[in-house]
């Protein structure tokens, strides 16, 4: 089983530089998922993996080997695509096995091949049908089938979950991860979906303009965001920010009021005050996840809590959980609280905030404090 190292890679397209310094480095066995925004640069480093683009500069390694000239079809990897890539005229089993016939892999061996991996991904009852009588779950499963007889060292996943509707995306989310526990291979996946990159990875690197912002496993990267990026990114709904300014009374405050509307005055704990303690009148960006703000007196009591009042603006029931729009600042905040605890519009409502969960970011820089 084989790691991939990435070392100092670029991508420029013309003058437009695409992929800046890359440094990553990717264990045996990994499912490794890079997120970020549309043209953030993900699909285009997933592509200099697969050797379908070429570098501009740096190194690429697949186990130990240099790969920089190697031809995609000789880098020992297998790639599923967004579009599913099926041949029309051709049955399920002929889709799976068209790359072994081009190789001449002896047909007992085509047959054992397609007998494990149909069964494992349940297309076994469909391998006389074509691409048209195919649901959307079904053709990608075919997409993967094709990959997997490949047996490689490596899969590249590009988007591939993008065309399906909303239950049939959970559904294949779920048949990769156990693909994955199953085969052990190491993988590298492409989405702009930070839910998938959660519930997949092993370790998630976020992207952003051509770096990576932070490369970590998914409760860290949730949990202690590097930088105003990847907190803002990461997360659903995203965390609210609240600019303000470092204030010492009785302790260390954060005073959001310099954009207009109704000030506010955090106190923070003090394993974040001592860290500031010296930074009184900096420039701050607050960060609370909506989950740690919820109704006063509904969750069990810890320390620094600290409660305020603000009227509803918007209450958004989702099922499991109610999402709460209230204003602080001149800014629309999102507090996640339980569906007995929602109130309809400009009803005034006490909210309780986990300031231990509290982030704390550098105004200027955007970089964790």
Do not use: W
């Not at 695509?81 to 096995?97: G, H, M």
């Not at 989405?191 to 990576?212: F, N, P, S």
């Not at 300014?245 to 394993?271: I, Q, S, W, Y």
């Not at 905040?333 to 986990?354: H, M, N, W, Y």
Request: aromatic share 6%; proline share 7%; with cysteine.
């Amino acid at each position: 089983m084989s790691g991939i190292r990435l070392d100092k890679v670029c991508k420029n397209f013309g003058a437009t530089e695409v992929i800046k310094g890359i440094d990553l480095e990717i264990e045996p066995g990994e499912f490794v998922v890079l997120v970020g925004p549309s043209g953030c640069g993900k699909s285009t480093l997933l592509n200099l993996i697969a050797g379908l683009e070429t570098l501009t500069s740096g190194n690429i390694f697949i186990g130990d080997r240099k790969v920089n000239e190697v031809p995609p079809r000789d880098r020992d990897i297998a790639m599923v695509f967004q579009s599913y890539a099926l041949y029309p005229t051709k049955t399920v089993r002929e889709n799976i096995t068209f790359g072994m016939e081009t190789r001449r892999i002896p047909r007992d061996v085509q047959d054992a091949a397609v007998k494990e991996f149909a069964t494992l991904l349940q297309i076994d009852k469909l391998l006389a049908r074509k691409p048209g009588q195919l649901s959307g779950g079904q053709r990608q499963r075919v997409a993967m089938g094709r990959a997997l007889v490949r047996k490689p060292d490596v899969f590249l996943f590009d988007e591939p979950l993008s065309n399906l509707d909303a239950k049939l995306r959970i559904e294949m989310r779920t048949e990769i991860k156990k693909l994955h526990q199953r085969l052990g291979k190491t993988s590298v996946y492409v989405t702009h979906d930070q839910i998938e990159a959660m519930t997949l990875a092993t370790r998630i690197a976020v992207m952003d303009l051509g770096h990576i912002r932070q490369f970590a496993d998914p409760a860290t990267v949730y949990e202690d965001p590097a930088d105003l990026f990847v907190a803002g990114f990461m997360g659903s709904p995203p965390m609210n920010m609240i600019p303000g300014k470092l204030v010492r009374e009785d302790g260390m405050h954060v005073d959001c009021g310099g954009n207009g509307g109704t000030p506010m005055r955090f106190p923070l704990p003090d394993a974040i005050a001592r860290r500031v303690a010296d930074q009184e009148g900096m420039d701050v960006v607050l960060g609370l996840r909506p989950e740690t703000i919820f109704a006063a007196g509904t969750e069990l009591p810890g320390p620094n809590r600290y409660i305020f009042e603000r009227p509803v603006v918007v209450e958004e029931p989702t099922g499991p959980d109610t999402m709460i729009v209230f204003e602080i600042a001149g800014l629309d905040l999102i507090a996640r609280v339980r569906p007995q605890d929602g109130k309809p519009q400009g009803t005034s409502f006490r909210f309780e905030v986990e300031m231990d969960r509290a982030k704390l970011f550098d105004a200027k820089t955007g970089l964790r404090l």
